[in-house]
């Protein structure tokens, strides 16, 4: 099944208001950019945003959050993303904030069918016991706090109860692809891509390269075809638009 589409507007023309995204990268690394880009330009809004964090450098997610366009993000990292700050603590977004592995497992058991599972990561902190801010008052105070999780002993060692998360969507970024959806990543930009890929009932993939069914190896397929419903096909401007949040030299 050819499951190439034309442009990336095409790709996320069917992306309706209030839809919730998975979406791939970490940092500045592996972020599906030119969809992003092409959610932007749409104009739908209301969105519910499933990542580690959400965009760096006014790139990447920040530019629908400062738009107006993400009403909710599930998260790990809020780091040095101004905004995303100012609309959390303004009480203008609704913030999940959980331990990255757990985010991690989280996205990877939804895709994998399994509704819920326990960790030990988060016992005996707000993220079990509830009362995490998820959205403030503007004012100083919380206007929504996390509720508690179920708590379980096994062995002697207790666990929280997380539940598996799945999207509408899934948004990616690759650096090889087949017309078949199987998908390769660069290094580190592998990052939460399948895992992103997975949880979204529609993943749609940019990729840098794509290729014929066969011109990748069984073996080097980082995440199969079976995940993934739409790919784009990036230009080379495009896959070669690639930036750097903190450059280091040495003398």
Known sequence: MDKVVATAAEAVADV????SLAVGGFGLSGVPNVLIEALYERGVGGLSVVSNNCGAMESGLAVLLAAGRIARVTGSYIGANKEFARQYLAGELEVELIPQGTLAERLRAGGA??????????????????GLPLRHDGSGGVAL???????????????VLER????DFGLV?????????????????????PLAAMAGRITIAEVEELVDPGGIEPDAVHLPGIFVQRVVALTPGQAADKRIEQRTVSS
């Open 113 to 130: 069918g399994i509704p819920a599972f326990y960790t030990p990561a988060g016992v005996g902190t707000q993220v079990a016991d509830g």
């Open 16 to 19: 309706p208001e209030g839809a």
């Open 145 to 159: 706090a996390s509720p508690p999780k179920e708590v379980r002993e096994f062995d002697g060692v207790e666990y």
């Open 164 to 167: 598996g998360i799945r999207t």
């Open 173 to 193: 970024r690759a650096a090889r692809g087949d017309r078949h959806g199987n998908l390769v990543f660069n290094k580190s930009a592998r990052n939460f891509n």
